[in-house]
């Protein structure tokens, strides 16, 4: 679409293409912002370029269609009005406090470039309008007491402890926003109610893991069943790798060095954000052969039937429809455990064949090696011992 000299409501209501759109000369300053927004639409949203004080100054001026263009100009012509007769500066009038809603909204804005996991975003969302959004949604951020925070968490905090916990991460994190940007002075989910909350008493509940002993039968079960391919190769290769089920699901082949015999990691998909170099084994390699058979070396290398990255709940349905008592993520932990009572691989490399990375900030800054040899010795006879 031709860029007009002017602003129409035509133009404002159509124009989809990122940019800004200024309103022409007699504007005064007002210009329309078009922006993608998280959802695959576009934003589009009033701005205002005014100099106050000698520097340049941007004003937001709403968003359309709440504000339209010939409210948007009133408010601009105002503006200026109120500059040129040396009243109140625009920039107090135009500082509108957001509701709860509003900055929930912002906050996962802000955020959601920088988390791992693209279902996030939907369950921040999802969490918010069960348990928060009733009670907080329509008041100002300005407004929210402590209490108003424990009336959300109170009834769910010993009942649904992750849950709850989760929950009070991510109203801190509002109203951090909110403290940040000038809208209060204080967060009302922090110290404070920790200190009010009850202290749980039920023990934390760790995923289910076989002992050590029965995973290589589990394995054997497993490899007889019925089930796609694919979902039994990319359950074992967790297995004799010890990684975790997302890392194994969205690996491709470009990650895998066949001659060198590594599989590396991208940090981008590292829980630590680093690249996790991990070393295989022979019967990790044979996996890889036998995947390799069906997607031809290209593109996911345990795809599910329609050719996209196999489901979380996928390999869990797999373990628990077979009657294997434990979730994917345990058999990191019986890798562990048999690292420990089998093995003589020190503690710290057994760790690190998981992916940790422990240790001071002068540890790590000196210690520059991932004793990745090593833990091919250690990965090598985990993939022995499951087979005998």
Known sequence: ?????????????????????????????????????????VRRIWC??????GKAVDLGLGSF???????????????????????????????????????????????QANWKNPRVASQWRASMKEYALPKLGRKTVAA?????????????WLEKRETSRKLRQRLGMVMKWAVAEGYRDDNPAGDAIGAALPKPTQQVVHQKALPFAEVGAALAAIRETGAWPATKLAFEFLT?????????????????????????????????????????????????????????????????QRGKPLTDSTISKLVRENGIGCVPHGMRSSFR????????????????????????AAE?????????????????????????
């Open 1 to 41: 679409m031709e860029r007009p000299k002017k602003l129409s409501a035509t133009f404002v209501k159509t124009i989809s293409a990122p940019g800004r759109y200024g309103d022409g000369r007699g504007g005064h300053g007002l210009s329309l912002l078009v922006k993608p927004s998280s959802t695959g639409r």
């Open 48 to 53: 205002q370029r005014l100099r106050i004080d």
């Open 65 to 111: 269609p709440v504000t339209t263009l010939a409210e948007a100009r009133a408010k601009a012509l105002a503006n200026r009005r109120s500059i040129e007769h040396g009243q109140e500066d625009p920039r107090t009038k135009a500082r509108t406090v957001p509701t709860f809603s509003q900055a929930v909204e912002t906050v996962i804005d802000l955020h």
């Open 144 to 156: 929210i007491t402590t209490s108003d925070i424990m009336a959300v968490l109170s009834p769910i």
């Open 240 to 304: 004799l790798t010890a990684t975790r089920s997302g890392e194994v699901r969205h690996a491709t082949w470009s990650e895998i060095d066949h001659g060198k015999r590594v599989w590396e990691i991208p940090a981008a998909r590292t829980k630590t954000g680093k690249v996790h170099r991990v070393p295989l084994s022979n019967q990790a390699m044979d996996l890889l052969e036998q995947a390799r058979e069906s997607t031809g070396g290209e593109g996911l290398v345990f795809p599910a």
């Open 337 to 360: 455990d048999w690292g420990a009572e089998c093995s003589d691989a020190p503690r710290e490399i057994a760790e690190f064949a998981l992916g940790h990375v422990e240790g001071s």
């Open 364 to 388: 790590l800054a000196y210690r520059r090696t991932d004793y990745f040899e090593r833990r091919r010795e250690l990965m090598q006879a985990w993939a022995d011992y499951l087979a005998s």
